[in-house]
């Protein structure tokens, strides 16, 4: 159980156009779904935190603009990176939190999508 | 900004020997989780140790916690070379009025065969 899943697992675009990246979980219902960024041979970062039905909460040097977040549903939340450039080259993961189980405190993380903006 | 600082960055050992990373942070938490990431995939959730707890076992892994250090270490015994990945912390605190992970900058633990 406590699947999350990405889509898609890699996307090369060319620079200003916008990308999609999905975040579903499969097997449990998330109220909060979490959104980082990693560099190579670095760690994760903290973008957002997207709560079911309201507006997502940044992280502070994170553009909102720049990087749309929707959690349209309790399995399902989507960043949009806008006008991609090559600087947002990077790999995207998203987690999630189990609704029924908000005790555990355990994330579940999605596999990530590797994103190269050309 | 970054809450967990690992040590060493880079451990390299033969199978068999034993792996101690170890992991310090700055502020309170609520608890302490370790994380595995295999190069270029998602994260696997190895462990969590409660802030009211100083020891915790799962199978070969032991984890330790000192919050008046602020300090934790992830000890994995006779290690196997499907043990090679990274290793990250993460510091489980509120923020905002949220409950959230703050991640280390990982130790790249290589297992020789």
């Known amino acids: 159980g406590a699947v999350v899943s990405q889509h898609p697992s890699r996307v090369i675009c060319k620079s200003g156009t916008s990308v999609k990246i999905e975040c579903r979980s499969l097997d449990f219902q998330a109220t909060t779904m979490f959104w980082y960024r990693q560099f190579p041979k670095q760690s994760l970062m903290l973008m957002a935190t997207?709560?079911?039905?309201?507006?997502?909460?940044?992280e502070q040097g994170v553009e909102k603009d720049k990087f749309l977040i929707n959690h349209a549903s309790l399995t399902l939340s989507t960043l949009t990176v806008t006008s991609a450039h090559p600087e947002d080259s990077s790999f995207y993961i998203c987690?999630?939190?189990?609704?029924?189980?908000?005790?555990?405190?355990?994330?579940?993380f999605g596999p990530g999508t590797r994103l190269t903006v050309l | 900004s970054q809450q967990g600082e690992e040590d060493p960055q880079a451990l390299s050992i033969q199978e068999g020997e034993n792996a101690t990373m170890n992991c310090s942070y700055k502020t309170s938490i609520n608890n302490l989780q370790w994380y595995r990431q295999n190069s270029g995939r998602g994260l696997v959730h190895l462990i969590l140790?409660?802030?009211?707890?100083r020891e915790k076992h799962s199978g070969r892994l032991r984890v330790t916690l000192d919050t008046s250090k602020k300090s934790s270490s992830l000890l994995i015994t006779a290690s196997r070379a499907a043990d090679t990945a990274s290793y990250f912390c993460a510091t489980d605190r509120m923020n905002s009025g949220y409950s959230t992970l703050t991640f280390g900058k990982g130790t790249m633990l290589l297992v020789s065969p």
């Open positions: 140790i409660r802030s009211n707890e």
């Open positions: 987690s999630a939190r189990d609704l029924s189980a908000p005790y555990l405190n355990e994330q579940f």
């Open positions: 997207s709560n079911e039905g309201s507006k997502a909460t940044y």
